[in-house]
T-cell receptor
Framework: EAQVTQNPRYLITVTGKKLTVTCSQN?????MSWYRQDPGLGLRQIYY???????DKGDVPEGYKVSRKEKRNFPLILESPSPNQTSLYFC???????????FGSGTRLTVV | GENVEQHPSTLSVQEGDSAVIKCTYS??????FPWYKQELGKRPQLIID?????GEKKDQRIAVTLNKTAKHFSLHITETQPEDSAVYFC????????????FGAGTTVTVRA
């Protein structure tokens, strides 16, 4: 089954404790992206990757890092999480750029 | 970057009636306009999209119209059913950059039985 898999689904952590949210797709998509969803703000793009070792900032990249060492994986790293990063995070992939995203199931992160 | 505004933020309709959601965008270079539906507790899913070389596209009970001159596009749902209740998001690429997709704030649609 074609899918984008995110882990974990839920995470509660403390301020400053480094964490990684994993994202993996099995569709051989070149493009992957991370979004955060907050009430009243819709989905805001954090980072995206056009291919292996090619990444770029979205609209809200501050406090986040990404890497794309393999085509199927695109982890999101929070080096020092803060409470304002409490949000619902979605990973997405597509065959090319913005066209026809497949989203993961989401990761609800709470930073206390 | 692209600024996508979506209205209304909430919409309540009687089952069987039509629902219309409108989005405006700021960058005239944008050329692809998708709509996503997100049911409660689920992931967003693409329901329809339109490219700038056409003015309207239909898929069963949903349709999207595009007015490039006015820089707005709309989602139309006809004969609404309870399963249409969800949050709907419009989106547009940041100008000529097809790798950056900006979303509207979302419209919560409630279909009353």
């Amino acid at each position: 089954e074609a899918q984008v898999t995110q882990n974990p689904r839920y995470l509660i952590t403390v301020t400053g404790k480094k964490l990684t949210v994993t994202c993996s797709q099995n569709m051989n998509h070149e493009y992957m992206s991370w979004y955060r969803q907050d009430p009243g703000l819709g989905l805001r793009q954090i980072y995206y990757s056009m291919n292996v070792e090619v990444t770029d900032k979205g609209d809200v990249p501050e406090g986040y890092k990404v890497s794309r060492k393999e085509k199927r994986n695109f982890p999101l790293i929070l080096e020092s999480p803060s409470p304002n990063q409490t949000s619902l995070y979605f990973c997405a992939s597509s065959w090319g750029g913005s066209y026809g995203y497949t989203f993961g199931s989401g990761t609800r992160l709470t930073v206390v | 970057g692209e600024n996508v505004e979506q209205h209304p933020s909430t919409l309540s309709v009687q089952e069987g009636d039509s629902a219309v959601i409108k989005c405006t965008y700021s960058d005239s270079a944008s050329n692809y306009f998708p709509w996503y539906k997100q049911e409660l507790g689920k992931r967003p899913q693409l329901i329809i999209d339109i490219r700038s070389n056409v003015g309207e596209k239909k898929d069963q009970r949903i349709a999207v119209t595009l007015n490039k001159t006015a820089k707005h596009f709309s989602l139309h749902i006809t004969e609404t059913q309870p399963e249409d209740s969800a949050v709907y998001f419009c989106a547009a690429p940041n100008g000529g950059n097809d790798y950056k997709l900006s979303f509207g704030a979302g419209t919560t649609v409630t279909v009353r039985a």
